[in-house]
């Protein structure tokens, strides 16, 4: 049954449930609420939250309307149906939105650690499943594979793991560790120095996090370094640095390079932070030239002395697809714009480089959709292609992480939007050959989105190690591969940039002593002649120099020949690759055109319910006005009333004292 909240490939799930708990759901049954809670919210404020709560969770409303005339449970079943079909990452990312527009600073108000529900999609029955506040208070553990691939779980002290004991290979392992773990997160930086590993940042439970965790690999045993941050014109203090998730770590210089990422306070553009090992000082580092906008979820990859970032997302949640090159030894931005067609935008996507030309970027996701498509960058010429590839073809995914090992590009986790994906494959980057390394089973870290992958050295062998992950559940364990691909097979990519996207041209066969010429028939096609050097010298016994001469003008042709066929096999190629890149954008634009149509029945709803709600208190100010005509008409009767009486009153006893100086003797009344 795959779970709602299983590897989205997008920056959301964990801050909307920080979110959704701030607001009081998901603490009871299905689509409760705290009363106390969401009762700060105005009352269509809170039906809007409480229709997103249920997209987001359980899906597009299936139920019947609440039979009855109920006007609670009525609103709520509008609110939700009149989502459609809108995605359920949508319908997290309206609910964060409207949160924060409605209360900026719920953020800073919310617990640091809070119970996320996990959403059974099939049941639609949410069930609590209690998070790991802090995993170092648990006994350590470690992680085996069994026959079937499924990582099994020992106590520490039953088998001791390290690096040189990692016997089987395209298996992950997971070795005994000790020392004090780090917090679980996703989103993090890892960068490998001297056999130890760093780990920067990250997201915990919707926080973002600013510690520096050290794995050294020979004793497995982690770390924490004390940090201090030195500002402009000032010495090295104990001042917090500011905590980010989807940034880059870079290992240069041994030093620590860490570029861009997502940040509870983001500026406008990228900032580089170095750390210094020796004096364990974070330092910021002044740049030149137009720095990128700020974001997150970007690639950034080392190439010689230059940074090459592509993608991402900024603050506002655009993606971004542009190209940007840091000079590490001038430390100046250059932004590139690059011919040919673009990978479509997208963040927390896989780039590597190979031979120091070539960029690949691979999968990635859009608000709507992850892509599983491979695109290669050449350095040199700065144009992008789409290679065809070969084997088998990794699914869509995003948040997957990637690591070069020689000509094999590795990648590791990911997710698709239903659920993690549990494949580790492998790029050859000479063949542009696919295939799968090794498959593990359930809900492990390795088949997690925002996990980070590293590669060491032990005896002259690689050995990959893992760390972190989000898959339900933050993860802070460690795993390790040992690969076995080795390939010898000649690189496709040492010629020209073309040559990794075209099929092979025609070539001859040096064996023979026969010349293989084309000729173009009137009908454009091209043919083959076959000419035997064997048969020219009796046919030319006289003039063997015409012979030559003859043979050396075919050539020619024929070289002409194979240069236009070139040409229209690449520009056939091309035209596929755009058609095809047309489709997906197509696609893609098809999917954020239904997001938007269920955004604007959404808002329609809102204002439907709003025009009633005038037209009622309309009605009623109506009324409430005809009835303070009838009090201002009764209010005059009666003081007309009580005046009236009041003269009748005073003329009687007026004429009573008159009568009797007159003499008229006062009326004589008996009692009855």
């Not at 780090?182 to 056999?195: F, V």
């Not at 041994?254 to 932070?273: M, Q, R, W």
Request: charged share 20%.
């Amino acid at each position: 049954m795959a779970m709602a909240r299983a590897s989205s490939g997008l920056a959301y799930p964990e801050r909307f449930y920080a979110a959704a708990a701030y607001a009081g759901f998901g603490g009871g049954s299905q689509g409760s609420a705290k009363p106390a809670a969401i009762s700060r919210f105005r009352n269509d404020v809170a039906l809007l939250l409480y229709g997103l709560y249920q997209q987001a969770t359980v899906g597009p409303c299936t139920i019947p309307k609440p039979k009855g005339w109920s006007p609670v449970e009525s609103s709520k079943w509008t609110s939700w149906h009149g989502l459609g079909n809108m995605a359920q990452t949508e319908a997290m990312r309206l609910f964060v939105k409207i949160l924060e527009e409605e209360e900026p600073a719920w953020y800073s108000r919310v617990p640091e650690f809070v119970s996320e529900p996990v959403v059974d999609v099939e049941m639609n029955n949410p069930a609590e499943q209690p998070v790991v506040s802090d995993m170092n208070s648990y006994e350590e553990q470690k992680t085996i594979p069994a026959e079937n691939g499924v990582l099994e779980t020992e106590d520490k002290g039953v088998v001791s793991e390290v690096l040189g004991s990692v016997g089987v290979y395209d298996k992950w392992v997971a070795p005994s560790v000790s020392g004090q773990c780090p917090k679980a997160r996703y989103e993090h930086g890892a960068a490998i120095i001297q056999d130890k590993m760093y780990i920067f940042g990250g997201n915990h439970n919707g926080r973002y996090l600013n510690d520096l965790q050290v794995l050294d690999l020979k004793t497995f045993t982690w770390t924490k370094l004390d940090l201090k941050v030195a500002m402009e014109s000032e010495s090295p203090s104990s001042v917090p640095l500011a905590a980010c998730a989807g940034h880059s770590l870079i290992a240069w210089d041994n030093k620590l390079v860490s570029i861009a990422g997502h940040t509870k306070d983001p500026s406008e553009s990228v900032t580089v932070k170095e750390f210094d090992l020796q004096s364990s000082t974070w330092s910021f580092l002044k740049t030149y030239g137009k720095p990128p906008a700020s974001r997150g979820g970007q690639s950034v990859t080392l190439v010689g002395s230059s940074l090459v970032m592509f993608g991402g997302e900024d603050h506002k949640r655009s993606l971004l697809n542009d190209l940007h090159i840091l000079d590490l030894e001038t430390m100046t931005w250059d932004e590139v714009d690059a011919v040919g067609i673009p990978p479509s935008p997208r963040s927390d996507h896989a780039a590597a480089v190979h031979a120091e030309r070539y960029l690949l970027i691979f999968g990635g996701g859009s608000h709507a959709t992850c892509f599983n498509d491979l695109h290669v960058l050449d350095l040199q010429s700065m144009e992008w292609s789409r290679p065809t590839v070969q084997g088998t073809i990794p699914t869509p995914r995003a948040g997957h992480a990637g690591i070069t090992v020689g000509e094999n590009w590795f990648i590791v986790g990911g997710g698709d939007n239903k659920s993690g994906v549990s494949e580790t494959v492998v790029l050859n980057m000479s063949t542009l050959t696919w295939s799968i390394v090794t498959t593990v089973q359930g809900r492990v870290p390795l088949a997690s989105e925002g996990l980070s992958l590293a590669v060491s050295s032990y005896n002259g062998e690689d050995i990959l190690v893992s760390f972190g992950g989000y898959n339900g559940r933050y993860s802070n364990e460690v795993h390790v591969l040992k690969p076995s691909h080795k390939s010898t097979l000649p690189s496709k990519m040492d010629a020209s940039a073309t040559d990794s996207v075209a099929p092979l041209l025609p070539t001859t066969n040096a064996t023979r002593d026969v010349e293989s010429e084309f000729e173009t028939t009137q009908d454009g096609k091209i043919r083959e002649i076959v000419v035997d050097n064997a048969e020219l010298d009796p046919l030319n016994a006289g003039n063997q120099e015409t012979g030559e001469r003859l043979i050396a003008t075919l050539k020619a042709e024929k070289g002409n020949l194979e240069a236009a066929l070139g040409k229209e096999q690449l520009l056939t190629l091309q035209l596929k690759q755009d058609l095809t890149e047309a489709e997906a954008r197509n696609v893609d634009l098809t999917k954020e055109l239904q997001s938007v149509r269920s955004q604007l029945a959404s808002e329609q709803s809102r204002c439907f319910k709003l025009e009633v709600d005038v037209a009622e208190l309309r009605q009623k100010l109506q009324s409430m006005e005809t009835l303070q005509k009838e009090v201002d008409l009764l209010r005059r009767q009666k003081v007309a009333s009580e005046q009236a009486a009041l003269n009748a009153k005073q003329k009687q006893s007026s004429g009573g004292v008159w009568g009797w100086l007159a003499g008229s003797p006062p009326d004589q009344t008996t009692d009855a």
